[in-house]
């Protein structure tokens, strides 16, 4: 979706500070852009400032520095009606004195829509999220998920052009929410609305979004596709918090082009991909991602750097498998298999070769 939209900016961070008391930044430097009909993700651990950056969007707080634009114009000379914002929040609840349609009917009424243009639009909205049967009802005679989809409809009954959506899924149990995650990003999709996500939750970023948008400390760590997130990430934080990760602790012993040398505090010698180390003596940290290492000898390519590894857990998940090893010196190395026919099964005490190729070994910081 984000490839065919047009390049023309429509929500702008451009070098946004954010500080409740005057002292402490919570938002740092933050610059974003994104074009019309993109599904972006705020993703972040607790209080890395997603929420902030999405309230200064709505309009409900300020930025102290910077400047946050909609459309091209900036925010804080838009007035509140105008924005066409629609929010979902986890704890937004409905109005429990109303029915369901009434709660769908109010931003309309609020936007001085006539009676039979409400009627038909809270029809329409309702059958989109296949809540149309249950109109008459109040909330407190819904589920959870069906509340939280009465609330998506809302945010989406007078059309607005750019939806933010925080943590809408928070309450909801794994099977519901992943039903869920699925037809927001159908909905936002097919309707080319604009829409700004946040969760805390790395599947779901992963799943939904056409980028994300990695939070820790007040700033983006990295802003990418979550492919490119998974495969590239640029520095230790993006690595951690994205996926399972292994790492070996390291010094950089030298830097060619596209690769570089590290010797691992074990004294093992790999070559890895530099990717945020800059000189020769700099600790390190080598990423490797565990289904991207191989303990089959038959399928180890020749190239591959080779280690020896001991076997300390095994645990079969079905379709894949998930072995827990000994490799120069971390004890919580893990490497994910495939459940093929012919795939080995590790067993504790075993001692094994694995191997990896220097590309898909990067160099992060320490
Ligand atoms: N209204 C507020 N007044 C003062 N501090 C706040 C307020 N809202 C959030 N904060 C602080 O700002 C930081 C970022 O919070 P928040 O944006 O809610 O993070 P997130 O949504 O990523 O969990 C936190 O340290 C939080 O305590
Ligand atoms: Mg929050």
Redesign the pocket.
Known sequence: MANDASNDAFVEFERVQKS??GETL?VKDLNLTMPKGEFLTML??????????L?MLAGFEHATHGDIRLGGESINGIPPHKRGIGMVFQNYALFPHMTIAENLAFPLEVRKLGKSTREEKVMRALDMVEMGDFGGRRPAQLSGGQQQRVALARALVFEPELVLM?EPLGALDKQLREKMQFEITHLAHRLGITTVY?T?DQTEALTMSDRVAV?DD?RIQQLAPPDQLYESPENSFVAQFIGENNTLEGVVKEIKGKTCVVQLDDGEVLDAVPVNVSEVGERTRVSIRPERVEYNTDRLDPDAHTLNAEVLEFIYMGDIFRTRLRVAGNEDFVIKTRNAPDQVRLKPGQQIKIGWMAEDCRALDA
């Open positions: 409740y008391d919570v972040g651990p607790s209080g890395s400032g997603k929420t902030t950056c309230m925080d946040v805390h939070f007040g």
